[in-house]
């Protein structure tokens, strides 16, 4: 194998004499696929979701178990964001599959070399958390698991491809 020296690092090349996918860069775009197919099958299955859990908080609110306090008002939060996502179904289902497609071309720029794919794909993942933001204000974050899903694993995601960013050459 030949090595081509950059001013940062040193790049692989392939027997075609072109640069070689990095192995860090290959496990983050295959996760970032996997990924997507989950959020896309979540964002079209949205309604289903909601309507389930708005279901399972009636029962829960109709079982005959005395609720305390503060699980009546954590059920009565999650209760009011699933209400006011159903409210604006179709733009939040918009955003997300925007997102989503935005992801995906970024991770196929990315495992082609080219520096403009980490860009489309921080696009990708902080447009649902703005557009969320814009759309459901900060209701939509009820908890600790909901700020980490929503915002959390993005951020990771985001910084870890940031620090693949020296392989991309292109």
Known sequence: MENS??????????????????SGLNVLTILTFIGCGIGL?????????????????????????????KELADMEKGKNVILLSQANMVPLMIVGIISIALCIVGAIWMRKLKKDGFWIYTGGELLPVIGSFIILGMGQFTGVVSVIF????????????????KYLVN
């Not at 950059?6 to 990095?22: D, M, N, W, Y």
């Not at 079209?44 to 079982?63: C, D, H, R, W, Y």
């Not at 929503?150 to 960013?165: C, S, W």
């Open 5 to 22: 020296y950059t001013t940062q690092t040193t790049t692989e090349l392939t027997e075609a004499g072109k640069p070689k996918l990095p």
């Open 150 to 165: 929503a915002v959390g694993i993005p951020v990771l995601f985001v910084i870890l491809y940031a620090m693949q960013r």
């Open 41 to 69: 099958l979540f964002t079209l299955l949205t309604p289903v979701i909601n309507k389930f859990f708005l279901g399972f908080m009636e029962k829960a609110q109709t079982s005959g178990r005395e609720l305390s306090a």
